[in-house]
């Protein structure tokens, strides 16, 4: 890890007078970055396609940043520029816009694996170019203060880097300071996985279509996370998750640990092998949560129950298996993973992944419930079902590299959940915002012990 000192606020000033800020793809991440640096004091240009040169000048006209043709016009003036594209096309436009790029500039990518954006760095670009990459660990709709931003100097000297770092200061995220191996593997780990199980649960609700908002069956603070979670991953764009997923060989074998992990904890529910089903789930909660005390988790229910997309009253409890908490737990366990030495490089959606299991196998009792009521109440069972072949479909499309299925099934889920986005997503910033005071609060303590 490096790490430099503060920059002052006369260095900013220097910079922010002879530097050029250059965005490829102003799309929604490309889009946030421009207008930030932009109402910050830097001077930005940027593009998007070509062939959609009129509409995006219309469409930034009340932005302070400038509009131009396409990359070779941002590459050859910006000193630090950055491709905010779909992971699937990186290559191909950096082999376009590349070639162009100023002489002795920095260039960087925003995509969610670096192996291929730094490769195609490397394959392309001229050798006077310095590459410093960067990774925003969040959603486009979030705010930036206090997420994790992964800053990778991959081949730039102290005072590009310095320069990098003063930049995106006004974003006030955590800086994270990585390799892009470290990288890939550690968002494998976290984001991969963590996709895997919502995208599923929401594919199971629509093929036994169900709201599940609209029904009893799915009330309580643990339900509504997952609805919230799983509803704000369909609706961000489909090549997002795709690429992340694809791109990353770590991620291939953590999605397929989910779904065999699934498969298993399925078939011995439903052969009713209670003892060997509570062993396995002690030996991984031993693994994952045995230095997690039962007065400081992430999450509480009565946390929880604030979220609720339902509009019935929270009534008794409800038995459900929790399948998809027990085989992340699971799969952690097999792979290895200690969730938590990741924390400082998570993004919104594991954190509440992480602390609504943490909560369904710390909180007393739960898991014993959920034991119980995974064997013997059959209620779940087809939830349970769709939800297992639904894990499998997204590991063989994932591990196939099917960008073509992916889109299709995504949207296809898409469709059915459009109506209640909105809503979710107001609801969801405030779940991203309660977890992240909690995760600061838990480092606090930490560190004053
Ligand atoms: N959204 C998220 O939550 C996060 C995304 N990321 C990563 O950041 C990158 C951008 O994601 P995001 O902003 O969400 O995606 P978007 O699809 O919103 O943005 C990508 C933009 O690049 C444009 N584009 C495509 N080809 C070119 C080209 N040749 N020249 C200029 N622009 C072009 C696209 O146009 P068109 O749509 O017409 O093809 C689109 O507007 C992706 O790699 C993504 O994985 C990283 C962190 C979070
Ligand atoms: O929080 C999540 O996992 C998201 O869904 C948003 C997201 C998507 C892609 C990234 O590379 C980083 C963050």
Redesign the pocket.
Known sequence: MTAVSKYTAAETEALQKSKTIGI????????LYAKRFSEAGWNVVG????D?YEETVQKFADDKFKILR??HFVSRISDYIIY????E??RK?IS?YGPSTKFGAIVGG???CKEPEIAAFEDILPKDVKIISV??????KVSTTGQPLVLINHRGDDESFRFVECLVSCLNSKIVYLSAKEHDKITADTQAVTHAAFLSMGVAWMNINQYPWVTPRWIGGLENAKMNISLRIFS??W??YA??AITNPSAHEQVLQYSSSTTSLFTLMIQKKKDELRERMLKAKEFVFGHINDHDLLLDDYILQKFSLSKNPPGGKQPNSHLSLLAIVDSWFTLGIVPYDHIICSTPLFRIFLGVTEYLFCAPGLLEECIEDAVHDESFRQDDLEFTIAARNWASIISFGNFELYKREFEKTQKFFSSKFSEANVIGNEMIKTILERVHEREAANESK
């Open positions: 490829i793809g102003l799309g929604d991440m490309g889009y593009c998007d396609r070509e959609l396409n990359g905010s594209v779909e992971a096309n990186i436009i376009i925003q995509t969610s990774h925003s660990l969040h959603g486009p961000n764009k090549h997002v690429g992340l």
